[in-house]
């Protein structure tokens, strides 16, 4: 039996989108393939609020993330970092021998531009990475304000990751000064994982036609050759596209963006009432994400046991507390095609649970 997912990623993907993953093959250099690329340009710039090119990486996130800090760094990078995935960002790029040095705020606690512009005023950096919607934690980091500060420098890039905002939440990159803003596809587009998208401004190619490459697979001036003759460098993940670029219809044509970012802020405001009324939320007040709540475990309940009730006995999964904080906290995510019966049936389920 299937069981429902309430997980900040991977999450529930539409039969009709896994009925296309079995569609026949088809060649990636045919103009048949270019047909499909270039479907899906348009509807990822209009999701993105972007003129930038937006390309296809066939791996997950973390790969478009080893792209922009191996591709965008010349002098050193500026690591904002207030939760896991950015504390992880950190040690890609280090891994990838880029010099950074990394900006630390509590868990919970927004990076202010203050603090970022204090770091840049150094002039020891070209660039900077950010998490705009932290996973760990269930909040939204103020990337737009951040964006005013980085694009105020000359010539540093902005590199964001919006892994589980992205297709969620409203990211204007062109307005916010974005360089890179990635994401994988198992998140808040509601696809299976295996696919990232990532836009990439003209200033951030320049970069990288500067910087020694460390990468062949994610060399940004070799994708943009590709993404020049609507293909991809690389052999992609051909089903994935076609499920993406059908998603992508949905999600533009036919929900509209503007309405599927009011669905995510609804269900995320239904889930965060809750959380209010019978617990508390972790991330502090005003940076409360819209695809995710991050529920203080202030009745001190059994997390782990909770999801297994709701999954043996009501085919439902939620996530416990990001490493460490599996127990104080738990997860629920309301991103992707989820609907407000799917939420309120899930609350109303944990209440029954723990008699509430
Ligand atoms: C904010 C954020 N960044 C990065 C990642 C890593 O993504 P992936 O597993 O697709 O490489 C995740 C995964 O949960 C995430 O939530």
Redesign the pocket.
């Known amino acids: 039996m299937h069981e429902k997912l309430f997980t900040?990623?991977p999450t529930e993907v539409r039969t009709e989108l896994l009925q296309e993953l079995s569609t026949a093959q088809i060649h990636h250099r045919t103009e048949e393939f270019s047909d499909v690329y270039d479907d899906i340009q348009p509807r990822l710039k209009k999701l993105l609020f972007t003129d930038n090119p937006v390309f296809l990486f066939t791996s997950?996130?973390?790969g478009a993330?080893e792209s922009a800090v191996t591709n965008g760094v010349k002098k050193k990078s500026l690591t904002v970092s207030n939760g896991a995935?950015s504390e992880?960002w950190h040690k890609i790029t280090r891994k990838n021998g880029v010099p950074a040095d990394i900006l630390n705020q509590d868990w919970g606690k927004p990076v202010t531009p203050e603090m970022v512009d204090e770091k840049l005023a150094t002039g020891e950096y070209d660039a900077v990475t950010m998490?705009f919607?932290?996973?760990s934690t269930g909040m939204m980091n103020p990337v737009k304000e951040v964006g005013k500060v980085v694009n105020s420098y000359d010539d540093t890039m902005f590199l964001v990751?919006a892994?589980?905002g992205m297709a969620g939440a409203k990211i204007k990159v062109d307005d916010w000064g974005i360089d890179m803003c990635l994401a994988?596809v198992?998140k808040a587009f509601g696809l299976p994982?295996g696919l990232?998208v990532a836009s990439v401004s003209e200033r951030l190619l320049e970069r990288a036609e500067d910087v020694e490459p460390r990468s062949y697979y994610f060399n940004l001036p070799l994708l943009h050759k590709y993404h020049k003759r609507s293909q991809t460098r690389t052999t992609p993940a051909i089903p994935q596209i076609l499920a993406l670029r059908k998603q992508l219809k949905y999600i533009v044509d036919e929900e509209g963006i503007e309405n599927r970012f009011a669905r995510h802020d609804r269900l995320s405001g239904i889930v965060q009432n809750w959380a209010k009324q019978y617990f508390d939320i972790f991330p502090e007040e005003g940076y409360w994400s819209k695809t995710l709540t991050c529920v203080e475990n202030t009745r001190g309940i059994s997390v782990a046991d909770l999801n297994q009730e709701l999954i043996e006995k009501h085919n439902m999964r939620i996530a416990n507390g990001y490493g460490d904080m599996s127990e104080e906290t738990f997860r629920i995510s309301n991103m992707a095609d989820l609907s407000e019966p799917d939420v309120r049936g899930l609350l109303a389920t944990i209440n029954d649970i723990l008699g509430l």
């Open positions: 900040p990623g997950s996130s973390t993330m995935f992880r998490v919607n932290e996973t990751d892994v589980s994988g198992q994982s990232a």
